[in-house]
Nanobody, 127 residues
Framework: QVQLRESGGGSVQAGGSLRLSCAVS????????MGWFRQAPGKEREGVAS???????VYADSVKGRFTISQDNAKNTVYLQMNSLKPEDTAMYYC?????????????????????WGQGTQVTVSS
């Protein structure tokens, strides 16, 4: 059974930082991608950042220069370092692990042939 466990969410003031972690267990199939998505109340889930097994990173324009995705393959863990947080970053953040359809790791959940989600961790940024 595949399990993704996120941690590290919380409440911060604008300009602050948080680091999210996602530990993957039980994944025995092909997995070339890990990523972070977020969903704010009343909005659709959107991709924030992804990283391939070879370390290729993709970021949403809204977080470029502020967020950094990284992974520790030995620990099957992916991280999201979030700096200079803004109120509009407030959302539930979800970790994804899966196999991209087209050889890459995009920011659309529909671009994954196989995907697993974590339960989410809340990030709240106050002004």
């Amino acid at each position: 059974q595949v399990q993704l466990r996120e941690s590290g969410g919380g409440s911060v003031q604008a300009g602050g930082s948080l680091r999210l972690s996602c530990a993957v267990s039980g994944y025995t199939g092909n997995r070339n991608c890990m990523g972070w998505f977020r969903q704010a109340p009343g909005k659709e889930r959107e991709g924030v950042a992804s990283i391939s097994s070879r370390g290729i990173r993709v970021y949403a324009d809204s977080v470029k220069g502020r967020f950094t995705i990284s992974q520790d393959n030995a620990k099957n863990t992916v991280y999201l370092q979030m700096n200079s947080l803004k109120p509009e970053d407030t959302a539930m953040y979800y970790c994804l692990a899966g196999q991209g359809k087209f050889g890459g790791c995009g920011l659309l959940s529909s671009s994954y042939a196989t995907k697993y989600w974590g339960q989410g961790t809340q990030v709240t940024v106050s002004s």
